[in-house]
């Protein structure tokens, strides 16, 4: 059974989600994540919730909780790095639940820079990072994650979303998931910790991206654009080669970037 006992009893890593706060519904995993790091929750605390009412996206949009079936949960952390470099930990994250997938099923999960995963071209999981900084420190920072994992029927506002079970055609563990995650997200955020860049992963991050070497879209409120995707740089912006052949440098802030037929 998805619960407290079961994920402690089986979450082996180091720190990250040593502690875990289990709730069977929240509004939000990260707006609890932000009101227990207020309140001195530990670095690797994990809010974990079976369903959300009000889950979130990037800019105000909504990520579809339902109960009983998909995973949704929120990592604190208490950074000593500087505001500027948060950002980075979404991309992090991205590897972290691509990995986690494949160790967990065999789906060869790929990511739709910065912040989605995706198989066989459908999203299976987004990824909302929010930080609280003042006078130039980190208070801290909420890694909140929603996996698609025994979701069956999307609504049409989300046809590009696909599933685990859907797609490998078999039960998925949402437990094992969970813990596979934050298994590789302890490993790659050690080498982002020490080096306050994607160096030593970037590598990693760029052969799983879906869009990568083919044409995009870049939808940047200040104005859209079409150009080549190659990778991403060591601070996480992905290099975008225009069509006169200049490099675009995307900071995640608000752009998305699409294929040219569709999501990716
Ligand atoms: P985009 O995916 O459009 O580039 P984004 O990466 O900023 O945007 P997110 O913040 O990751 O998007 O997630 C919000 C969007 O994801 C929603 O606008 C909706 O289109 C889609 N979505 C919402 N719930 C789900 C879900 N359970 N599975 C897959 N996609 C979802």
Not at 52 to 70: D, E, Y
Not at 228 to 236: H, K, L, T, V
Request: hydrophobic content about 40%; glycine content about 10%; proline content about 3%.
């Amino acid at each position: 059974m998805f619960g407290k006992n079961e994920l402690e009893s089986c979450m082996d890593t180091e720190w990250a989600g040593r502690c875990i706060h289990y709730f069977e519904e929240l509004g939000s995993t990260n707006i609890q994540a932000k009101l227990e790091a207020e309140n001195g929750a530990a670095e690797g605390t994990l809010v974990v919730a079976d369903m959300q009412t009000a889950g979130r996206g990037r800019s105000g949009r909504s990520w579809n909780s339902p109960a009983g079936t998909n995973v949704y949960f929120t990592l604190i952390l208490k950074p000593s790095y500087a505001p500027d470099k948060a950002s980075m930990v979404t991309l992090v994250m991205a590897l972290a639940v691509a990995e986690g997938i494949y160790g967990t099923c065999g789906l060869e999960a790929e990511i739709k820079w910065p912040n989605d995963v995706v198989v066989n071209g459908r999203k299976v999981c987004g990824i909302l990072t929010e930080m609280s900084a003042e006078h130039g420190t980190v208070r801290h920072v909420v890694i909140g994650v929603g996996v698609n994992v025994g979701l069956q029927e999307f609504p049409p506002e989300i046809a590009s979303a696909a599933s685990l079970q859907a797609e490998c055609g078999r039960e998925v563990s949402r437990t094992v998931l969970l813990v596979n995650i934050m298994k590789s997200f302890e490993k790659y955020y050690e080498s982002f910790r020490r080096n306050k860049n994607l160096s030593d992963i970037m590598g990693k991050y760029n052969s799983l991206l879906v869009n990568r070497n083919r044409e995009v879209r870049v939808l940047d409120p200040k104005g859209e654009f079409r150009g080549i995707a190659g990778g991403i740089d060591e601070s996480g912006q992905l290099l975008v080669e225009r069509e006169d052949g200049s490099i675009a440098e995307i900071y995640a802030g608000e752009v998305s970037v699409r294929g040219i037929y569709g999501y990716v």
